[in-house]
């Protein structure tokens, strides 16, 4: 029992090691993806018409001894030609996130990253219903491993196992490392005007390039581990099913290195209606599934209104994995506060 604890501990800490210096080192993902913004592209910074402030949280195989947890915060601020012009007029926006990612039992292995984002809309016509927004992404990353709880194959005495003695060597070469990440995306994006007879409420589609600057991310001493390029699609086709609902067809591919993700999903949208303080209000309540091929099913339920955002995603794995995590997935939270007085919600995917 012991030697197989110290197997998998070693193996634990190998992990660390490895991915800090392979160039196959996977940035952090988000099942929400259109809900983390900033994360997904810097162009879509642009898109909010409203000061918005959002917080999500996800936490990946907390049933094992190696479990994922990610945070991160995200305020955006638009800026318009002449605010009293509003939606016409919107120049972009300027973004402000922040994130940790943790892995290992007791959080070991932790990832920091903070960003500003910089975007510029670009608009196709005099109506703005049509538009492409460049985004600029300038931030800096920490990262670290913290060796307690950590056990090391030159700990192991033939004899008695374990042994806490033993130093392990490869604790001399460990160093914290930060550095500057620049990222950069398009994203173009078209409402046609709506009538009862349209079918098409919107489409969209983003490419974003992240690590442009190939950072050395390496936590050995004098090795030199480069961050590989991360490219991501996304697109969405929304279509009208009535006055009040929409369903949409998405994508996402992310590729880093010789590393490939793909999704693809869908989402169903529902507009309710009530009055209150004789004044109407709207509520969207979304159901949406995704597949990640070859990874996961993705499940998600999401209210939405004027001011407040709240979702909820559940991934079921169907990898291999699922034999060790008991099928027991991956859950992910969202919420944000949008401070606008007159817009309403929309469905942007």
Same mark, same amino acid.
């Given at each position: ?21 392979? %160039? @196959? ?12 913004? *900033? ?8 898109? !909010? ?21 990610? #945070?991160?915060? $995200? ?11 509003? =939606? *016409? /007029?919107?120049?972009?926006? +300027? ?6 990612? !943790? ?18 809309? *670009? ?29 090391? /194959? @030159?700990?192991? #005495? ?7 003695? +033993?130093? =392990? ?22 409402? =046609? ?18 690590? *442009? #600057? ?23 086709? +929304?279509?009208?099913? /009535? ?25 169903? %949208?529902?507009? +309710? ?30 209210? @939405? ?11 079921? #794995?169907?990898? $291999? ?10 859950? !992910? ?10 817009? @309403? ?5």
């Amino acid at each position: 029992m012991a030697r197989k604890l110290l197997i998998e501990t070693t193996l634990l800490a190998w992990c660390f090691i490895g991915t800090v210096k392979s %160039s @196959e080192a996977q940035d952090a993902v988000f099942s929400q993806f259109f809900n983390s913004t *900033l994360y997904l592209n810097p162009a879509l910074a642009g898109i !909010e018409q409203d000061l918005t402030v959002s917080f999500t949280h996800r936490a990946q195989w907390r049933n094992l001894n190696f479990p994922y947890v990610t #945070n991160q915060f $995200s305020l955006v601020l638009p800026y318009y030609r002449d605010k009293h012009a509003k =939606p *016409l /007029g919107h120049l972009g926006g +300027i973004g402000l996130s922040a994130y940790t990612d !943790e892995a290992g039992e007791n959080g070991n292995f932790r990832t920091t990253g903070v960003n500003g984002t910089f975007s510029y809309n *670009l608009p196709l016509n005099k109506r703005y219903t049509s538009l492409i927004s460049f985004g600029l992404q300038l931030g800096m990353i920490m990262k670290r491993i913290d060796p307690d709880g950590l056990r090391w /194959g @030159e700990q192991y #005495n033939p004899f008695i196992g374990f042994d806490a003695s +033993i130093a =392990p060597t490869e604790l001399t070469n460990l160093e914290r490392r930060a550095f500057l990440d620049i990222n950069s995306g398009v994203y173009w994006f078209h409402t =046609p005007l709506q009538t009862e007879k349209t079918i098409i409420n919107a489409i969209n589609a983003g490419l974003s390039v992240s690590h *442009l #600057n190939n950072p050395n991310e390496s936590l050995i001493t004098q090795d030199q581990s480069r961050l590989p390029l991360l490219y991501k699609f996304h697109g969405s086709l +929304i279509f009208n099913l /009535g006055h009040r609902s929409t369903i949409s067809a998405n994508i996402l591919t992310a590729m880093q290195d010789d590393q490939f993700q793909n999704n693809l999903g869908s989402y169903l %949208s529902y507009k +309710i209606t009530s009055f209150q303080d004789a004044k109407l209000k709207h509520v969207i309540a979304r159901i949406g599934a995704w597949y990640r091929v070859n990874d996961s099913f993705i499940f998600l339920t999401e209210f @939405e209104t004027k001011l407040f955002k709240m979702a909820f995603s559940y991934d079921w #794995n169907t990898s $291999s994995l699922r034999y060790n995590d008991r099928s027991i997935g991956t859950y !992910e939270i969202f919420l944000a506060l949008r401070l606008s007085k007159a817009g @309403e919600p929309k469905s942007r995917y």
